[in-house]
């Protein structure tokens, strides 16, 4: 692993993430507020810090909540998209300006999702909105038919399930 993602795990205290990489969360809004798809009371907000290493991904998942990506340091992130057809994939890059990313993008709550670092590592942070709770978290390769389906019709993105 580079240096330097050794280094950000350590001194951010970095734990490993179920969907890949590594976070901390770093804020939990005290305002609570109505989530209309969950039909439940939260966290108006949360955030927090993720880093991918070279060779990790995130695998396909998606979320209930509307999520907004943050570079921060190291190589762009690629993040793939699809919806719930998973017909067309959208590849999009997170990263500084001028080397073909936007250092902010926002991903919409139910689509999949997948990200890979393109170089060492990749350190981002993520808002969500209402607040993220692991039971929104859906896995792709919990779903066998779209899983399936989805390495039909993109082979190339079937190691990301």
């Not at 970095?14 to 590594?22: K, Q």
Request: glycine share 10%; charged share 25%; net charge negative.
């Amino acid at each position: 692993m580079n240096p330097r993602a050794e280094e950000l795990i350590s001194s951010l205290k970095l734990s490993p993430h179920p969907e890949g990489g590594y976070y901390r969360e770093v804020f939990r809004s005290r305002k609570r507020v109505s989530h209309p798809d969950a039909g439940e009371v939260r966290p108006a907000l949360t955030g927090i810090y993720f880093l991918l290493a070279d060779g990790q991904v995130s695998r396909w998942h998606r979320c209930l909540s509307d999520e907004i990506w943050h570079y921060h340091e190291g190589g762009p992130l690629e993040l793939r998209t699809a919806g719930p057809g998973l017909e067309r994939i959208e590849r999009r890059l997170l990263g500084p300006p001028g080397r073909g990313g936007e250092p902010i993008l926002a991903i919409e709550a139910g689509l999949w999702l997948t990200a890979r670092s393109t170089e060492d590592y990749t350190l981002t942070g993520c808002a969500v909105g209402p607040g993220f709770e692991f039971r929104d978290l859906e896995f792709l390769s919990d779903f066998p038919k779209e899983a399936a389906r989805l390495a039909e019709l993109h082979p190339e993105t079937a190691q990301f399930i």
